[in-house]
């Protein structure tokens, strides 16, 4: 099936769901997209560019470096990537979507075949006739995009996480999370040239305003015990995500939406990995997080042996 509006393939329609295989083919979309990015960004350091913030690179057009790649490596490396990366994540004016071209807010002024459907912090949402939901993430400070968490020792040995401005792989991985934490497909359709994170995902039903959505959230995410973890976010669950633990918050009644099953789905949120590094300085949280890998509901602490008793 083709997207309407980009040509690319896609898997995602309206308000239907996906079987199991769709769903690992979309999940597997997203990981060789971030190792395309990721070997960019190394490719790019090895030619002595800027990598942090990563806008330029997400950005860079196929030809960017092609009057250099005769030289060979590392340009010639450096070209392939960008080509590869490119093909994941297509550079896609916003008149592909039925935007104005050459005003000043072209999101603004709306769209000839896209109906605006709901705006917040990080982005805007419009629906096609089909049902499909575009999400249109904007940069932030024009170097940054989206949100994530940065971390800080606490009072009594916690970790205190903070919401602040992603990267765009930060964005990235949280399209990621998403899907494989069991919430509505979602797909990284593109990105515009001026840094506008294109993003397709199934259309859901709104929940009542002030809806408790701590009771709908999937078992597989896990309370944080406030003696290891605080945050600014509401509902902080720890997440396992291809093996590695995440902080995933912010599931509220406006990103949550019900199924065509009615099953409760996660359609956006705020996330962040704890890496190693991070978890060396938090060594009975990181015993916690072991043991909640293989038990969800393993204590808080670790049951004391008996030599110790």
């Not at 104005?100 to 002024?109: C, K, M, N, R, S």
């Amino acid at each position: 099936m083709q997207d309407r509006f980009t040509g690319q393939p896609t898997l995602i329609q309206g308000r239907r769901l996906l079987e199991a295989e769709a769903h690992a083919a979309l999940c597997d979309d997203h990981g060789r997209r971030l190792a395309a990015l990721d070997r960019l960004r190394a490719a790019a350091a090895e030619c002595g560019l800027g990598t942090d913030p990563d806008r330029d690179l997400v950005l860079l057009p196929e030809d960017a470096v092609s009057l250099l790649e005769g030289s060979g490596a590392p340009w010639s490396t450096l070209g392939a990537a960008i080509r590869d990366f490119r093909a994941l994540l297509p550079l896609l004016p916003l008149e592909t979507f039925g935007f104005p071209a050459g005003v000043e807010e072209p999101l603004v002024e709306g769209s000839l075949q896209l109906r605006h459907i709901g705006s917040g912090v990080e982005a805007w949402a419009f629906a096609a006739d089909d049902g499909s939901v575009y999400k249109f993430f904007l940069p932030r400070n024009d170097l940054w995009i989206g949100a994530t968490f940065s971390f800080r020792p606490a009072e009594e040995s916690a970790l205190q996480a903070e919401a602040c401005l992603g990267s765009y792989r930060d964005l990235l991985e949280k399209l990621d999370v998403i899907n494989a934490i069991g919430g509505m497909p979602t797909e990284a359709a593109g990105v515009t040239p001026e840094g506008i994170i294109v993003a397709k995902q199934t259309l859901g039903e709104r929940l009542p305003e002030r809806t408790d959505t701590s009771v709908l959230l999937p078992p597989s995410l896990i309370p944080w015990p406030s003696r290891f973890l605080r945050t600014d976010r509401d509902h902080p669950r720890l997440a396992f995500v291809r093996g590695q633990p995440w902080l995933v918050a912010d599931p509220h009644d406006r990103n949550v939406v019900r199924d065509t099953n009615g099953g409760a789905r996660i359609i956006d949120l705020v996330a962040a990995p704890l890496s190693p590094a991070l978890l060396q300085g938090f060594p009975q949280l990181g015993e916690w997080i072991e043991r909640v890998r293989h038990d969800p509901a393993a204590p808080m602490l670790a049951p004391a042996r008996d030599e110790e008793l």
